[in-house]
C-alpha cells in the first residue's frame, strides 16, 4: 500500500487516443502524497483526458498508472497483469473524488441528501453519521443553512461548493477539479475558489487542478504542469513557470491567457 517514500500518483508512458486524435502521448509524471498540483495548457491539450482516466471514466490504449502503491487499471493475472476486473476499479475510485465543470448534482435530493448519498450507498455508512460528516462539510463550504434546500434554489456557485462536499464526504486520498468555476458568472468564482484554498491550507490531501485561472494555480499550486499536444511542454514551481517559462510554447500560451484577461 501507499506510502509517504513513494507517489501516490505515478504515470507511466500513458497514452490515450479517441480515433485518429491523439490526446495523450506516453505521459510520464508523478505525484508526491499531499502535492497540489495545477495543470494548464491550451483546450484538448489532454488535462481533462488525465482526469477522466484517474477516475475511470477513460481507459488508456497503453502504458500504467499506479494510485498508492496499487495499479490502477491492471491487475495481477497469467503471470504478468491482465487488464481490471470491475470489482478492483470499485476499489480504486474509492481513494479519488472528483468536481465537475457542471455540478451534476441530483435535482430530486436535498442538499443534504446529494452530500450523504453516496458514503451510505457506497460505504456503508450509518445515516446519522453521514449526515454529521455532511453537515461538517456543509459547514466548511459556508453552506451549513442550505442542507434543506434542493439545487435548483441554488446560484451556480453554491451549487459547485455542494459538489466539493459532496465528493469529500467519500473521503478521498486524492481530489481531481475539473475547470470548476468556468461555468461560473465571474462574480461567483472566488467564493468556489475561497473553499478550494482552505482545502489546500487546512488539509494533506493530494489535488490536481485543470484551470484556466492563472492567478489561482499560481497561490494554490505545488507545482505547475504545462501541457500541449499531450505532452508535458514545461513544469516546475508556480512562481518559475508563471515568471520566467523556459520553453517558447508557455510563454505564447501564457500570453493568450493574460491577453483574455486572465491576470497572473
Known amino acids: 500500500m501507499g506510502g509517504s517514500d513513494q507517489p501516490i500518483i505515478k504515470i507511466d508512458k500513458v497514452s490515450k487516443s479517441f480515433g485518429s486524435l491523439n490526446v495523450l502521448n506516453e505521459l510520464s509524471f508523478d505525484v508526491e502524497p499531499g502535492e497540489k498540483l495545477a495543470l494548464i495548457g491550451p483546450s484538448g491539450s489532454g488535462k481533462t483526458t488525465i482526469l477522466r482516466i484517474l477516475m475511470t471514466l477513460e481507459t488508456i490504449d497503453s502504458g500504467h498508472i499506479l494510485v498508492d502503491g496499487e495499479e490502477l487499471w ?10 481490471a476486473n470491475e470489482k478492483h476499479l470499485h476499489h480504486m475510485r474509492e481513494k479519488i473524488g472528483m468536481v465537475f465543470q ?10 443534504l441528501r446529494n452530500v450523504t448519498a453516496a458514503p451510505m450507498l457506497t460505504q456503508n ?7 454529521k460528516r455532511a453537515m461538517a462539510l456543509l459547514d466548511m463550504v ?3 443553512d442550505k442542507a434543506d434546500a434542493k439545487p435548483a434554489q441554488l446560484s451556480g456557485g453554491q451549487k ?41 491550507e487546512e488539509t ?57 484577461g486572465h491576470a497572473i
Do not use: Y
Open 125 to 131: 455508512v450509518p445515516k446519522e453519521q453521514a449526515e
Open 102 to 111: 457542471l455540478f451534476n448534482l441530483f435535482p430530486h435530493m436535498t442538499v
Open 74 to 83: 491492471h491487475i495481477p493475472g497469467n503471470g504478468g497483469l491482465v487488464p
Open 160 to 200: 459547485q461548493r455542494v459538489a466539493i462536499a459532496r465528493a469529500l464526504a467519500l473521503q478521498p486520498k486524492i481530489m481531481l477539479f475539473d475547470e470548476v468555476t468556468s461555468a461560473l458568472d465571474p462574480e461567483l468564482v472566488e467564493e468556489v475558489l475561497n473553499v478550494m484554498r482552505r482545502l489546500a
Open 204 to 260: 494533506d490531501m493530494t489535488m490536481l487542478l485543470v484551470t484556466h485561472e492563472m492567478q489561482f494555480a499560481r497561490d494554490f499550486a505545488d507545482r505547475v504542469l504545462f501541457f500541449d499536444a499531450g505532452r508535458i511542454v514545461e513544469q516546475g514551481p508556480p512562481k518559475e513557470i508563471f515568471s520566467n517559462p523556459q520553453e517558447e510554447r508557455t510563454r505564447t500560451f501564457l500570453k493568450k491567457v493574460i491577453a483574455a
Open 142 to 144: 459556508g453552506l451549513a
